[in-house]
């Protein structure tokens, strides 16, 4: 027999359900069966084509020579891309078979729809693995890269954010060790790199953390220190005010009352506006005065997930209204410890500006609330914060707004005192907490306030609890 029997074994194994290759000692196909569709090929277009060329090039020569090191039985797991390009984990065996004088080889795999105990264990680290070549194309990434970056797929370091890829692209190039990224929304990744060889060539292993919840610390103890001062200054300034601008309104009274014994209407009307805008900076300066001292604070023990759930109550109109769905999601104990009075203003003040950002889009309008597990623990008595993001699929803040928004008389509202989030982290100071904002244009905010879970009782900062 000079030939294989071609037409006989194809009748044959089209039967079977696994895929079937039959490739001669050039590596050349010279048969497929029909089960071969599940990735895409027609059996006939793979006939004389290069079997090698269906593996991913950096694993081509180890399959190679895996082969040609024919041990049976020859079993092992790799990768073969689908008619479209995608990689697809596959279980492969060969056996050797002899037609005549010629030899040849049958090539079996199945696919492998679920990961090996290794890869599930690698998918469970809360850190994204990585690993490149030097240009940049990913042989390997786990599932927290795909969560981090809402990728599906990624062949390339270029499918990545752009201030990703270039940064990687940059540390591969000049052999950084280390760095971190800052990514639209307010998000923060760092990365370690390392370099290694395999089989001649050379590798680097990329771990990617979310650092977001640490550079959030970092900036929380810079702004609370600002904050003090703030106090100070805003205390000093009301008292400075106050007096001149009493004597203001004083004068401005009774210039009305000469007026209105001269008939002066239309200067009248002049002198009643300036009195209301003096009243309005009155009123400013007292709610600035009244918040800004220090308040008795009574911490205790309390679910907020009950407390959301009222001031969501207290709020169902305001939803119905404006065509908003609201929603709480508890993946954690929900029992803090903070002033709970003090607290309902701080969620209160979120959720309405949440409502306040979404009268101004059209299309989807829903407020999420989450209770979980952070990563960021507290740097006086070590215990992990408790997370409340306040989620809202609103018109998004400006990225150059992002870091005045906690500052005082800072407001894109035309209406608005610019107050309000000033003394939403001043009171989250006071509870021991921290708060964050995330956000990007037309796709939302996301508000986290970290509090101490019922465990930090009795702890460092809370000892008399």
Known sequence: MKEFPV?????????VDEIVLVFDA???????????????????SLVGKPLLKMFPAHSRLPVKKKIEEFKHPLVFRTKVANADGVSVVVEVSVNKLKSGERHFFIMTFNTVNNKSFGEKAIDLIKSGILIVDRTGRVFYNNAYVNNLFAKRSIYHINNLPQKVAIGLSNAI?????????????????????????????TFYLIDLKDITEKKLMERAMKTFDKISSLDSLATGLAHEIKNPLAGMRLMAQRLDKELEKNGDERNREYIKRIIKQIDRIDHLIRTLFSQVKQH????????????????????????VKNGIFFRLKVKTEPQVIADQN??????????????DALKQVKGERKIEVVIRDSNLTCPICGTR???????DTGKGIKKEHLSKLFYPFF??????TGLGLFLVQKLIKEN?????????????????VYLHPKDAKNKGCFPKL
């Open 342 to 355: 003090q607290m309902n203003n701080v969620f209160s003040n979120l959720i309405l500006n949440a409502i």
């Open 7 to 15: 037409n006989f074994y194809k009748q044959l194994l089209n039967i």
């Open 173 to 201: 190039e000049n052999d950084l060790s280390t760095g971190e990224f800052e990514l639209n929304g307010g998000r923060f990744v760092g990365f370690d790199l390392e370099k290694y060889k395999d089989n001649g060539k």
């Open 432 to 448: 021991k907490g921290l708060i964050n904002v995330e956000s990007e244009l037309g796709k939302g905010t996301v508000f986290t």
């Open 411 to 416: 407001t894109t509202k035309p209406e608005g």
């Open 26 to 44: 050039k590596y050349n196909i010279q048969l497929v069966n029909k089960p071969i569709e599940k990735l895409g090929y027609e059996p006939d």
């Open 296 to 319: 008795t604070i009574d911490f205790e023990v309390f679910d907020v997930s009950k407390l959301i759930e009222e001031i969501a109550a207290f709020n169902e109109n305001e939803f």
């Open 385 to 391: 914060y408790t997370a409340i993001d306040i989620i």
